[in-house]
């Protein structure tokens, strides 16, 4: 008997990572329609024609998550690493901008900071972080040129996963 009730309570374990597994896969396919839904819906208000590539093998996803691991190093809790990829995807968008409007961004964002932070550290601390991650775009991600129009972060018993929407930025 004990055997039987053994695998009974094995079978139960299973069944609910099984369970937890297709939630999750739920709750990602459900994130990924609600960020095509609202960017189709976008681009037809702007007259835009919306498609999907899939012949790019690229997962910008991934690419963020690359992109932000030193600020998701540094953060632990859920709503501190979803900070950090809020933060990451900002920096990325403006590292496709010119350098010139790069550096007009940085000092936007200082004085808009200037308001809600007294203590000039944090205010250099900012613009610090801020640089480190466009010279990190330079570095590692050069020919990577995708705005991120749309992301998500999904909870899931792993962790969280990110869905994105991006666009490639063309050359003029």
Not at 120 to 145: A, G, H, T, V
Request: a positive charge; charged letters at 35%; hydrophobic letters at 35%.
């Amino acid at each position: 008997m004990g055997k039987k009730h053994k695998k009974t309570k094995e079978w139960k374990r299973r069944q609910k990572k099984i369970k937890e597994r297709k939630s999750s896969k739920e709750a990602i396919i459900a994130s990924k329609e609600r960020l095509l839904q609202e960017v189709k819906r976008i681009s037809a208000q702007d007259g835009h024609k919306f498609q999907i590539d899939k012949s790019n093998p690229l997962k910008m996803s991934e690419v963020i998550i690359d992109f932000a691991q030193p600020l998701l190093d540094a953060f632990q809790t859920d709503e501190e690493q979803r900070k950090a990829i809020t933060m990451a995807i900002a920096i990325w968008n403006v590292s496709l901008l010119p350098d010139k409007d790069q550096k007009n961004f940085i000092r936007e964002f200082c004085n808009s900071m200037q308001d809600s932070a007294s203590d000039q550290e944090i205010l250099d601390e900012n613009s610090q972080i801020i640089s480190y991650f466009l010279e990190r775009k330079k570095i590692f991600f050069p020919d990577i040129k995708r705005m991120i129009l749309d992301y998500d972060c999904v909870e899931t018993p792993q962790g969280f996963h990110l869905n994105v929407v991006s666009n490639v930025l063309k050359d003029k």
